[in-house]
């Protein structure tokens, strides 16, 4: 029998203090593009790892958050079951510089598989994946996954409104308040949670005004 | 070094019955086994027999009856020439690869002239080598034999001596002794010579050909002329085929594709030989299960990027055929190839700028390894990558294509505030949801193929403060009260 802190620290529940001091190469980090998050999330996001971004509804603003590290990828980025279809010319014109490649696949499984052959191949960008739900075992496997190769992966999400653990690197919700993206950290590298801030996407969005009727 | 130029002859005396285990588990190989032919009103009888049977006591040329009686867990199946052809065909194309020139003499020999490739191998212990290693990768019992004239050799293998001899004398000694019943000459010739007391090879040599020219007739001379290596017939070399088309006899019915796996990993293997040798690669093959009633099931499998490789061939036929079911059980199992390409050349460079280009090209590659694994399993459809087109109607401004594209986009006329996503088929909305921000962009175009629009498009934030691009459908220019208006995009 284990000790039941060993049980709580298995589950997540219990941050240790120790990670701090872990010290990263600075390639490990890659910038968000955005330096408030960039302070939360200790330098950026981590390489070599699953990050989760948890959606009210889709097109809330996710993929203006994830555009900057977008925009820097050389190689295609692969788009797993985006909610629809991706748009080259508006991506084009937000300066993407390869269209991603767009993979539709209705079975979990097979998804599942796709997304770790991505994170397996050296040739990919970025790995965004939409998922309604996806399982603990089938997070830590991605995550194992995008950690041996060193690769940067997205899971977008709807809100989760169980508290169960997940092996995401960091975790993320948004949601939309006083016309500003909000964005709350659920989980972090080393570091308690942090509540909502606002982040201005506004600057990959079109201006918002208001027309005169 | 002698001077005389050397044929050797490749005798395989089993060659169908060791293509048919060579497909067996180690379990089934120690099964005795024969094949058997019955020449018409005759009994049946054993015509190749693997080791298992031999050590029963069964011999070649025993009756059918015997052979069972003394083995009752005795395996038989029909010898089938047709087919031995075929495996020895396959075995001129896998031995190809060392050896240019091979004449064919169905069913069971082949020629090989190797007198040119002891410059290559570094003499004819080099080519033997060659040979053997070449051979040790198929299990096939064979004999070789060399000769100072294609027929000699022929002879001297059929009869089961395996001499390599370079040394002519050594290997008229070795034919001296080859009886009559082994010299290939027609049946009452051999009769003929048996009558007047010849029954070796080298009491024939020993007599003035004339006199047998004019006692056997012409046919004799020239028979004579091949056996002294004063008459060397021409040769019909083998040509391998431009298209690649084998097939395999799975000796048992096979009820799904898993277990047909390694049938196919011998026959991309030859595929392998095959491309290796001509230098190509090959895109798309075809797999074709044959069933008990003559039907066939066909499945085609394309591969994203050329492949030449056994290996990494078979690791996307096994992704493609985890998606399809085999429906009857399969009896044979064939493959074809049709589509080949020259191979790309690889290899890096010393100039900082090629070097660049040569990461590229290798990471454009891995990209099409990644997307032919993908589309193996989940569908040609499956994977896509968009490309810009020249058109104002949003939804024909991108085309999708089925697999990674290799050139950088290409700048279109207008850079407008696009969307990022765009619905596969605009919604209808109702616009009292939506509060306009920027607009109107009007759209009219299509005029020209019978598919014309006329749009004023939107942006517009909905309620969960989402910003959307709606269009109002214009009918006509005058009907602007109770027009419909849609949904098409999505911006972040």
Known sequence: MAHPLQELVHKGWVWQGREAAEQLAPDQLVSSGWAELDRRLGGGWLRGAVHEVQVQHHFQGELALLLPVLLEQTKPCLWLNPPCQPYWPGLHYQHLKQAPLWLQEKDQKQALWAFEQALQSKALGVVVAWFDSIDASAVRRLQQSAAKHQQLAFVITPWQQTTEARAYVNRLQLSWAAEQLQVAVLKRRAGWPLPAFPCNIERHLPERRRLSA | MSQTKLWWYLHVPQLLLDEQLSLQSKAQQQQPQVLCTSDGQHRRQVVQANRAAVAGGVRLGMAEVTASTLLPDLQQRDYNEARETQVLRRLAQWLHQDIAQIALYPPQGLLLAVHDLQRMYGGYAGVQRQL????????????????????????????????????????????????????????????????????????????????????????MLSYMAQLKGELLPPQQWYRPPLRFRERLDLLTEVASWQQLLFPLRRLLQQLEAFLQVRQLSVTELALIAHHRDKRQTFVRVAFALPLWRQRDMLQLVQLQLERQQLKTPALELSLRAEDFSAREAQHGSWLPAQQDAHAQRNEQRQLQALVGKLQARLGEQAVQQAQLAQDWRPERAQYWQASAVDEQPTATGANLPRPLWLLPEAEPINVSDWQLQWGPERLQSGWWDGQSMVRDYFIALDRWQRQGWIYRACVNEQSASNEQWYLHGWYS
């Open chain 2, 132 to 219: 053997q290693r070449r051979l040790r990768g198929i299990s096939v019992q064979y004999v070789v034999a060399a000769g100072y004239s294609p027929l000699v050799a022929r002879i001297l293998a059929q009869s089961g001596k395996n001499v390599l001899s370079t040394e002519k004398a050594a290997l008229q000694q070795a034919l001296g002794q080859v009886p009559i019943t082994q010299s290939l000459l027609p049946p009452h010739q051999q009769q003929q010579l048996q009558d007047v007391g010849i029954e070796q090879l080298g009491p024939l040599l020993a007599l003035p050909v004339a006199e047998l020219g004019a006692r056997f007739g012409r046919s």
